[in-house]
């Protein structure tokens, strides 16, 4: 157990000693370019109107499906909060309210 705490202090120190070995990755990482792209992609006119017309029959299939199982009311009702949630975005932007952060 005394031997434990040891490797433990030195480490400690060691890490404590040399701060920049906590600032190694520098510039950006990997994934912020696909992330980027499905960000984009998900904010375009294209992402919006199929927003709209999975709602749409979303919302056809909830009013028109009559005695519908549990799962598949759940899986029309999860169409159209990511429907809304996509739709969001572009309805935000049109009132000029920033979506998302940004970093200067």
């Known amino acids: 157990m ?15 000693l040399s701060p920049r070995l906590a600032f190694a990755a520098g ?3 990997p994934w912020d370019g696909p992330l ?7 904010t375009g006119p294209t992402a919006s109107a199929l927003a709209l017309v999975a709602a749409f029959a ?7 499906g009559g005695e519908l199982s549990g799962w598949i ?7 159209i909060g990511m429907a809304f949630l996509v ?3 572009t309805f935000a ?3 000029g309210i920033t979506v998302g952060g940004m970093v200067g």
Do not use: P
């Open 2 to 16: 005394k031997t434990h705490d040891l490797v433990t202090a030195a480490i400690t120190t060691a890490a404590a």
């Open 27 to 29: 510039g950006s990482m």
């Open 36 to 42: 980027s792209t499905l960000g984009t992609n998900l």
């Open 58 to 64: 979303a919302v056809l299939g909830l009013v028109f």
């Open 73 to 79: 009311r759940g899986a029309l009702v999860a169409c």
């Open 87 to 89: 739709g969001l975005t």
């Open 93 to 95: 932007s049109a009132l």
